[in-house]
């Protein structure tokens, strides 16, 4: 499967966790375009594949929609 350009994983997986095996990145380290392994509103479903059908150890994961605080920096 072919490499997605950012924009349109955003439109397509609106406000959903996203799980990428290879991904495009630029020199901020913001995603450019990537493959998608896995997709999912719940964040625990993420984390399940990656614990039991995951082969690779290097991924990306980010959030397609708004993220809001307060945050906490321990």
Request: glycine share 4%.
């Given at each position: ?21 290879e991904w ?42 708004e993220v809001?605080?307060p945050f906490?920096?321990?």
């Open positions: 499967m072919e490499k997605q350009k950012w924009e349109n994983i955003e439109k397509t997986y609106k406000d959903e966790w996203i799980l990428m095996d495009d990145e630029d020199q901020f380290h913001s995603i450019l375009a990537g493959h998608v392994a896995c997709h999912s509103k719940d964040r625990d479903e993420i984390d399940e594949y990656i614990s039991t059908k995951m082969k690779k150890i290097h991924f990306a994961i980010r959030y397609t929609g809001t605080g906490f920096i321990l």
